[in-house]
Nanobody, 121 residues
């Protein structure tokens, strides 16, 4: 089992920044990819960004490309999502996930509890 705990969400004005953290523990494996998804009220869970634990390769949804940056600290087993130039449409619960990789929810086996991000206009 892998446990994922997110932190760093909150309320921010449009144009502001937040950094989310995801601490992984348990039977973590270097072959896992780590990703961030988000879910707004009344909508499905959507892919935001992913990072390959070994190769440092990163992937982003078009809606966040150029504004969000995913990174990881192997020594701390922690993944980060730096979010800049936030928009009201970024408001959602953000989830950290670990799994095979890619943009599909079904490719990820482990999920955190989520952290709320609210962007006011």
């Amino acid at each position: 089992q892998v446990q994922l705990v997110e932190s760093g969400g909150g309320l921010v004005q449009a144009g502001g920044s937040l950094r989310l953290s995801c601490a992984a523990s348990g039977r973590t494996r270097s072959s896992y990819a780590m990703a961030w998804f988000r879910q707004a009220p009344g909508k499905g869970r959507e892919f935001v960004a992913a990072i390959n634990w070994n190769t440092h390769s990163t992937y982003y949804a078009d809606s966040v490309k150029g504004r969000f940056t995913i990174s990881r600290d192997n020594a701390k087993n922690t993944v980060y999502l730096q979010m800049n130039s936030l928009k009201p449409e970024d408001t959602a619960v953000y989830y950290c996930a670990a799994g095979r990789g890619g943009t599909s929810v079904s490719a990820y086996d482990y999920w955190g509890q989520g952290t709320q991000v609210t962007v006011s206009s």
